[in-house]
């Protein structure tokens, strides 16, 4: 198994509270990432998360640090899916009068699929971003 471990960080137009509300509104990632269709929310706290190419997982919040304003979410564990693991972590901070967004991906994967996963969690991860960046410019 491979482990891929990707972030970036982006600067984004808003004061870090307002950017913290979109973030930590974990039913609400469908609104702003290009790359998630739906979300469904489980009554056990779980989401299942449908992608627009059509596959779906199950995840759930592994950290919420509210004071920190960070947020970690995971696979939900025995999944046919070729990730053994999924950890994405997004941190909002106020640096120099800016709000800063680091988003953090780490999955573990067959062998066979490192260079497939780094390309797809790179696109991800920038689509997030982006989808942010607009959602929190006004």
């Known amino acids: 198994m491979a482990i891929v471990a990707l972030s970036k960080s982006v600067e984004v137009p808003a004061t870090s509270e307002e950017v913290w509300a979109v973030v930590s509104d974990f039913a609400g990632y469908a609104s702003w990432q290009p790359h998630i269709e739906s979300i469904e929310m489980q009554s056990n706290g779980e989401r299942k998360v449908t992608f627009t190419r059509g596959d779906s997982v199950f995840d759930r919040i592994a950290e919420l640090d509210e004071a920190g304003k960070r947020l970690s979410y995971e696979l939900v564990p025995g999944q046919a899916?070729?990730?053994?693991?999924?950890?994405?972590?997004?941190?909002?901070?106020?640096?120099?009068?800016?709000?800063?967004?680091?988003?953090?991906?780490?999955?573990?994967?067959?062998?066979?699929?490192?260079?497939?996963?780094?390309?797809?969690?790179?696109?991800?991860?920038?689509?997030?971003?982006?989808?942010?960046?607009?959602?929190?410019?006004?």
């Open 81 to 138: 899916t070729p990730l053994a693991s999924l950890l994405a972590t997004f941190t909002v901070r106020s640096v120099d009068g800016h709000t800063e967004v680091e988003y953090a991906i780490t999955v573990e994967v067959p062998d066979p699929m490192e260079d497939m996963a780094r390309v797809g969690i790179g696109a991800d991860i920038d689509g997030a971003l982006a989808g942010l960046q607009e959602r929190c410019s006004g």
